[in-house]
């Protein structure tokens, strides 16, 4: 098994280790891996502890990835015989690296789609599944918007929306909210994630589905107070728009309502900084270039995310006290029975929590964001328990995580939910 990343972050780092575990565990193919990076010796920091990994690792370094798009024959030695690309660098690169993955006759995944402009929001479609029909004809799959949320939360949605077909009685699904919680407890100002990215995804208007209708209202206009379990607090919850909105609604039509939330004290900061106007894209015609805007001068100084050494150093001194992620999808059934007129309704909550970040430090995975583990942890699942049933189930085509219940079947979707609690990420499943 030969595994190509392009990038190396926070992210790759964990996907990388997980593979090599569930390889070792699972499989009695020799795992490899190839990271094409920019800088090797920054990407090598990110597996500090992690000599096995890079024992079986080789590092291609390209200053300008656009440089192996156009002249990939130059890199054949390199890139051929390989078992699945995996762009865990920028949603720029995604398209690229799919007609690269297309080329070598591989499997190809990624973590994120660019969903902020017209033509995915017209479309309702990802750029990526342009090329499905490539894909499917030479009997290959690619995986897209991996991760935690999106990615597993997709996964379990479509796992139970599954389910209720195989049911005596007729069920409707009306309405679906994902909620979010990004909370961390902390001496300083610690960003978890891409404060770039941060800053782009909170101050886009956010985007929802009103009775089929695409609906948007300006970011922290509105607000609802929610409680996550296992968390002691009740958090109060802003809409956000996420790949989870267009994927859900492109696979289940039918539901007509579905949206999105996220809150957690670092959604607080980003809220304080949209509602001071620092975030804003107007121009600081102060300036002598009259182009800066007070958002590029904002993401310019802003803290940037810091190295997994640094991050270990700050868990090891109890500068970070407490870190939680959760992903929660209330589900808003109406349930018919044939003997009786009456609809009865309820809310199926699932998702995930990660509340053991702290403990990290004693695994392979110390130096990892509260953020970056969970997402790693899922995208590798599904990324490795993909591999290891595409023949027998003959998986090809561009696909989103919630469609892979069915093709995965009970007992890999068991497996894949027993996988995560291994590695300390809750299922939440109730009724209210």
């Known amino acids: 098994m030969k595994i190509v990343f392009f990038g190396v972050g926070a992210v790759c780092s964990v996907i990388a280790r997980l593979l090599y575990d569930l390889s070792k565990k699972s499989s009695n193919d020799e795992i490899k891996f190839l990271f094409v990076v920019r800088d090797i010796k920054k990407a090598k920091s990110h597996f500090f502890k992690n000599t096995e990994v890079l024992n079986n690792s080789e590092f291609l370094e390209i200053k300008n990835f656009e440089e192996i798009f156009t002249n990939y024959n130059s890199y054949t030695k390199y890139l051929e015989k390989s078992t699945i690309f995996i762009n ?37 479609q990802f750029e990526q599944q342009s090329l499905n029909e490539e894909f499917e004809k030479n009997s290959l799959f690619a995986l897209i918007n991996l991760g935690i949320s999106p990615g597993i939360t997709n996964f379990l949605i479509g796992e139970r929306i599954y389910s209720l077909s195989n049911l005596p009685y007729e069920t409707k699904v009306s309405k679906i909210e994902i909620n979010l919680l990004e909370e961390i407890q902390s001496k300083q100002l610690i960003f978890s994630w891409s404060p770039k990215v941060a800053i782009e995804e909170i101050s886009y208007s956010p985007l929802f589905f009103k009775k089929n209708k695409l609906k948007k209202i300006e970011p922290f206009s509105k607000s ?36 999105m939330f996220v809150g957690g004290n670092e959604i607080e900061l980003m809220k304080n900084l949209y509602q001071l106007n620092l975030l804003s894209n107007k121009y600081c015609y102060g300036y002598k270039d009259s182009e800066i805007s007070i958002n590029s001068i904002i993401k310019d100084v802003i803290p940037k995310m810091k190295s997994p050494q ?14 939680e992620f959760c992903a929660i999808a209330d589900i808003y059934l109406e ?30 995975y110390s130096g990892s964001t509260y953020i970056s583990y969970p997402t790693g942890i899922g995208a590798g699942i599904l990324i490795f328990y993909t591999l290891l049933n595409q023949i027998f189930n003959d998986i090809k085509g561009v696909l989103v995580t919630e469609k892979l219940p069915s093709i995965l079947g009970p007992v890999t979707n068991d497996i894949i939910k027993r996988e995560l609690s291994s590695y300390k990420i809750n299922l939440i499943n109730s009724i209210k």
């Open 88 to 124: 865990t660098s920028i949603p720029d690169y995604n398209l690229s690296i799919m007609k690269l993955a297309l080329a070598f006759k591989t499997n190809y995944a990624d973590l994120a789609s660019d969903i902020y402009n017209d033509n995915v929001i017209s479309s309702l």
């Open 224 to 259: 609802k107070t929610y409680k996550f379990p296992y968390f002691k607090n009740f958090v109060e919850l802003y809409p956000v728009f996420q790949e989870e909105i267009i994927s859900l609604k492109q696979s289940f039509k039918d539901i007509e309502n579905i949206k």
């Open 310 to 323: 640094i991050i270990e150093d700050y868990i090891k001194n109890k500068t970070i006290k407490y870190a």
């Open 335 to 364: 349930i018919s029975y044939p003997q009786n007129s009456k609809k009865i309704k309820n809310v199926e909550s699932i998702g995930i929590s990660f509340n053991k970040y702290t403990n990290l430090i004693k695994t392979n």
